[in-house]
T-cell receptor, first 116, second 111 residues
Framework: DTGVSQDPRHKITKRGQNVTFRCDPISEHNRLYWYRQTLGQGPEFLTYFQNEAQLEKSRLLSDRFSAERPKGSFSTLEIQRTEQGDSAMYLC??????????????FGPGTRLTVT | GQSLEQPSEVTAVEGAIVQINCTYQ??????LSWYQQHDGGAPTFLSY??LDGLEETGRFSSFLSRSDSYGYLLLQELQMKDSASYFCAAAGEGSNYQLIWGAGTKLIIKP
């Protein structure tokens, strides 16, 4: 396994369109996270899965955003009716932990979204 | 509110030692993580402190003081490849899975 992969790496879309991103975590990892990062800022937590269950979702996350991890492996993040403010790098990370807190997460290369 | 504060930029000379500080204000604190991110790259994990004290990993060390809500990352024998942004992150309110991140410290290394 070569690490976390994300597809596409870049996406340009027009305002109002829907977009979907895919993340393939490290195969033995049971936890998967989505973040959004804008220039000069740290990653902002969006949502978290343990296996196929979505256990946490940021209170700041608009209902235009939805994420799935149907078989506990890959995950998709969909943004409906995109807005220019959605332009950012979308990062996926995964980790393996049976219990306890998250500490070491492995990040994918990200999907850079530009909404025109 | 929850926040992590770190300097926006630090400059150091190749071969020197530099310390990047992080103060945090969170509830339900479990530990402090440090990540490195090169321009255009993804964050990579450096270290994690759950207990007070110093953790050493090669040229990098990380320190935590829970009583002071403070930690730092120490980088020794600086190399040009260490030029990057460094983020501290901590588990946030009511959650031990949701990491709250600082805005990052850009480390500039001069020859």
């Amino acid at each position: 396994d070569t690490g976390v992969s994300q597809d596409p790496r870049h996406k340009i879309t027009k305002r109002g369109q829907n977009v979907t991103f895919r993340c393939d975590p490290i195969s033995e990892h049971n936890r998967l996270y989505w973040y959004r990062q804008t220039l000069g800022q740290g990653p902002e937590f969006l949502t978290y899965f343990q296996n196929e269950a979505q256990l946490e979702k940021s209170r700041l996350l608009s209902d235009r955003f939805s994420a799935e991890r149907p078989k506990g492996s890959f995950s998709t993040l969909e943004i409906q009716r995109t807005e220019q403010g959605d332009s950012a790098m979308y990062l996926c990370a995964s980790s393996w932990q049976g219990t306890g807190t998250t500490s070491e997460q492995y990040f994918g290369p990200g999907t850079r979204l530009t909404v025109t | 509110g929850q926040s992590l504060e770190q300097p926006s930029e630090v400059t150091a000379v190749e071969g020197a030692i530099v310390q990047i500080n992080c103060t945090y204000q969170t509830s339900g604190f479990y530990g402090l993580s440090w990540y490195q991110q090169h321009d255009g790259g993804a964050p990579t994990f450096l270290s994690y402190n759950a207990l007070d004290g110093l953790e050493e990993t090669g040229r990098f060390s990380s320190f935590l003081s829970r009583s002071d809500s403070y930690g730092y990352l120490l980088l020794q024998e600086l190399q040009m490849k260490d030029s990057a942004s460094y983020f501290c992150a901590a588990a946030g309110e009511g959650s031990n899975y949701q990491l709250i991140w600082g805005a990052g410290t850009k480390l500039i290394i001069k020859p």
